[in-house]
């Protein structure tokens, strides 16, 4: 099977920066897309950034300017830089991933256990 185990989360102040990892392990042959979501507190699931298997990039308007996807393939690891950090940004952080585990097999979707991030003085 497929595990991606996050970590970097914390307790930041406001206009502080974090960075964000999420390493996928097990049996994986390629991964598509890579993604970060995330959860308050009372709030639904939202998409914060996505990076494709070529390196495209997607953010939510909220977050755009101030947080940065990027992966690397060789450690199938996908990452989230996180600066000008706002109270609003408080919320668990999830690692996505659509992971392709043998040749010619459909991807399965995978998700993290999560982070927290919380944005407070």
């Known amino acids: 099977q497929v595990q991606l185990v996050e970590s970097g989360g914390g307790l930041v102040q406001p206009g502080g920066s974090l960075r964000l990892s999420c390493a996928a392990s097990g049996s994986i042959f390629r991964i598509n897309a890579m993604g970060w979501y995330r959860q308050a507190p009372g709030n639904e699931r939202e998409m914060v950034a996505e990076?494709?298997?070529?390196?495209?990039?997607n953010y939510a308007d909220s977050v755009k300017g101030r947080f940065t996807i990027s992966r690397d393939n060789a450690k199938s690891t996908v990452y989230l830089q996180m600066n000008s950090l706002k109270s609003e940004d408080t919320a668990v952080y999830y690692c996505n991933a659509d992971v392709v585990q043998r040749p010619g097999f459909l991807a399965m979707n995978a998700w993290g256990k999560g982070t927290l991030v919380t944005v407070s003085s």
């Open positions: 990076v494709t298997g070529g390196g495209s990039t």
